[in-house]
Structure formats: structure tokens, C-alpha cells
């Protein structure tokens, strides 16, 4: 009897929780071109400065707490960490565009030297009409170990 009350306890948590998250959802056609319209320039502009070593270039498009969250010198140390990995960036493909909350993002399949199949993940808040980058994750088997 004890047991199947703490049972019934977890799952309620565990409903109620599930209840609290935002759920990502997939846009397509026009609205899905329409945020690609401004995150593809500035997908290319930041892996470009990735690749560059170019902090100024790389987060030209970044919103201000993202700017004060990867700074120069964390630039350099996510910089080190992943091309000692997996290498340049070579290209991207794939682009997925999704709605969550009170942001948009955009997660690509991208090719690098050493690994393909990278997630790049740029995240924008949807009411921003600066399009301020607010968020950016690399993601891959190699990247995790």
C-alpha cells in the first residue's frame, strides 16, 4: 500500500513537471524561411569568425548577454576545446528551425575537419526584431568525451 502511493506520487510529480516545460515545436514554410532569412548570414558570419579566430567577427551579431556570457578570452578556451577535437568548420546542411517559449532556434548538421553530423544549435529570442544572437551550442559524440 505504501509503495503504490509513493508510486502514484512520483508520477504525479512527474506529470506536473512535463506540464511546467515548454515544448519545442517545429515551424516549416514561410515562417521557418522567414527566421532563416536572418539566421543563415549570421550562422555563416559567426562560424566564419569561428574559423578565423576572429572574436570581433564571430560575435558581431551576439545580444548583450550573450556578449557578456562568451567573452574574448572564453572565445579562445571553447575555440581550443573544439578544434582541438574535431577540427575547422567546413560546412552546414539540414537547417531545423523550432519555437520554444519566447525563443527560435535554429540547429544545422554541420561537416567539420575531424567530425560530421556536428549539431550547431543559434538560438534567438522571437520577438527581437535586431535578431540578436542569444544562445549557440556545438554539440557531437566528440565534443561530449
Not at 91 to 112: C, L, N, Q, W
Request: glycine share 8%; with cysteine; charged share 25%.
Amino acid at each position: 500500500m505504501r509503495l503504490s502511493h509513493l508510486s502514484l506520487l512520483v508520477v504525479l510529480a512527474a506529470v506536473l513537471a512535463c506540464g511546467c516545460m515548454s515544448l519545442e515545436t517545429v515551424l516549416s514554410g514561410e515562417e521557418a524561411a522567414g527566421v532563416l532569412a536572418y539566421a543563415n548570414p549570421i550562422a555563416g558570419n559567426v562560424m566564419q569568425g569561428f574559423n578565423e579566430g576572429n572574436y570581433t567577427k564571430y560575435s558581431r551579431d551576439f545580444g548583450p548577454e550573450m556578449r557578456q556570457a562568451l567573452d574574448e578570452a572564453a572565445f579562445e578556451q571553447n575555440r581550443e576545446f573544439v578544434t582541438s577535437r574535431i577540427g575547422l568548420y567546413e560546412s552546414r546542411r539540414d537547417p531545423v528551425v523550432t519555437e520554444i517559449g519566447d525563443y527560435i532556434a535554429v540547429t544545422y548538421r554541420a561537416k567539420f575537419e575531424g567530425e560530421d553530423g556536428v549539431a550547431l544549435r543559434f538560438v534567438f529570442k522571437k520577438d527581437d526584431p535586431s535578431h540578436r544572437l542569444d544562445g549557440l551550442w556545438f554539440n557531437s559524440p566528440k565534443l561530449r568525451s
